[in-house]
């Protein structure tokens, strides 16, 4: 997948910490109540105006981050008024870079995504088919660094079923496996006290920093289905569920002090060569 660079950076600094940040945006769809799965479902398949004040309002929020992981992202359907939602939000935050992977196309009716937004440079972005009776699951994954200094970052959407999870998560353990310092996020769609997900944290060396944080749904939320594992290298220094109602989902965030061994540089971001320019993102003469 090629690297796609939004704007040339002035210089770029030594990263000795990391805000990393995960969210289901729920197509840029702001849920409040269980009802809203009814009475705004079409959402999901058709444009209506408030999708575009809902992403502005995701785009300010996400932009203090410096790794952030989205799920449930349109490529640019019929739904989106066929703008790529992961550049959207990676212009409009000034992320340098942005990486999207659709993993179930629908052609003009949705473009089903994860999207990958920050400052840094990937030496190699890969897109991975999840196992599942249903196709349409992925994990896009970017290395970056070289060698030791490597950093493994994955974003996910795990399936609803059981079943499948057990196989998507027999491959995300082979897959993290072949790496030393490894971030792995997303929405698992399970907590982290089901015997599949504990099984997937005997079989590697990811732990989370978290057991209680309750995500879902974002009015009332009740369960843990988002989550960020790391390795054990990556201290992590903070955790934080934000109380964000731009989706059916709460995001949550890491500060993670890096290990010595771990040589990674960002981007200094300058608001003057990204301005919140909407008529350039969409492409509107």
């Known amino acids: 997948m090629t690297v796609n660079t939004l704007y040339m950076a002035q210089q770029a600094y030594p990263l000795q910490t990391l805000k990393v940040l995960t969210y289901n945006i729920q197509v840029g769809i702001s849920y409040t109540s269980y009802r809203h799965y009814l009475t705004r479902s079409w959402r999901h398949v058709l444009p209506f105006p408030g999708r575009q004040e809902n992403l502005d309002s995701i785009a300010r929020f996400i932009s203090k981050f410096d790794i952030v992981g989205l799920q449930e992202v349109d490529a640019g359907s019929l739904r989106s008024s066929y703008i790529n939602q992961a550049r959207y939000l990676a212009q409009m935050a000034s992320f340098s870079n942005w990486y999207v992977q659709t993993n179930r196309n629908l052609g003009k009716i949705a473009q089903h995504s994860l999207g990958l937004l920050t400052d840094l440079h990937a030496g190699r972005v890969m897109e991975c088919k999840l196992p599942g009776r249903i196709p349409g699951r992925g ?127 960002a981007d200094h971001r300058n608001p003057l060569m990204m301005p919140f320019d909407k008529k350039r993102v969409i492409g509107i003469d």
């Open 139 to 265: 994990a896009l994954v970017a290395l970056f660094g070289e060698g030791a200094s490597e950093l493994m970052v994955g974003i996910i959407h795990l399936s609803l079923g059981r079943r499948a999870r057990r196989r998507q998560f027999d491959f995300l353990t082979r897959l993290v496996d072949a790496h030393e310092h490894v971030l792995l996020m997303g929405d698992f769609n399970c907590r982290i006290d089901q015997p599949e997900f504990q099984t997937f944290l005997d079989r590697t060396h990811l732990c989370s920093p978290e057991r209680e944080f309750h995500t879902y749904p974002s009015w009332r939320p009740v369960r843990g289905l988002d989550h960020i594992l790391v390795t054990p290298d990556l201290k992590v220094e903070r955790t934080h569920v934000y109380n964000a109602g731009y989706s059916d989902h709460l995001p949550i965030a890491l500060e993670i002090s890096l290990p010595s061994s771990l040589q990674l540089t």
